[in-house]
């Protein structure tokens, strides 16, 4: 088996952190799918992955058809899409579209909730014998409760 690469995001949560850092470092291997990537994201903010969602080269736009870099779960579920260039997330690794470190995606869950997230990959280094993946690396600030409670609307 060649070497595994691994690489290391900060995920930061942009909508409803309320002027608080929350973020979570992450460890994931690059030869799995946009989709796993969403996953981990989501289960380091202790959120359940049962919306859509989608990955938005533009980090200063909202998802809409001026963006030119889109990966959307609705593609692989066969549904109208926001944009119309968008590909899957489901067959897309990781490596494929996070190719330097530096590269930003706006990644949005629950486009009825819209909850935001500026994704970073920080690095893309070999993987030690014994690591496990993912695994969250740092975790900052509590992020807010992905659902209210029924009292609370």
């Not at 460890?27 to 796993?36: F, I, T």
């Not at 359940?48 to 809409?64: E, L, M, S």
């Not at 593609?75 to 530096?102: H, K, L, M, P, Y």
Request: proline share 3%; charged share 30%; hydrophobic share 35%.
């Amino acid at each position: 088996m060649k070497n595994q690469k691994v690489y290391i995001f900060d995920a930061r949560m942009t909508q409803y952190a309320e002027g608080q850092e929350i973020w979570r470092r992450v460890a994931v291997s690059g030869n799995k799918s946009l989709s796993h990537l969403a996953e981990v994201i989501l289960s380091a903010f202790d959120f359940k992955c049962d919306h859509c969602y989608g990955f938005y080269g533009d980090v200063t736009q909202h998802p809409g058809r001026e963006q030119t870099e889109t990966y959307e779960l609705f593609v692989d579920a066969g549904e109208e899409t926001i944009a119309e260039n968008a590909r899957g997330v489901r067959q897309t690794r990781i490596s494929s579209v996070f190719i330097d470190t530096g590269k930003k995606m706006l990644f949005v869950f629950d486009y009825g909730d819209d909850w935001r997230f500026e994704v970073e990959l920080k690095e893309i280094r070999e993987k030690f014998s014994a690591e496990r993946l993912p695994n969250v690396l740092t975790s900052v600030g509590a992020a807010p409760p992905q659902y209210q409670a029924l009292d609370e609307k």
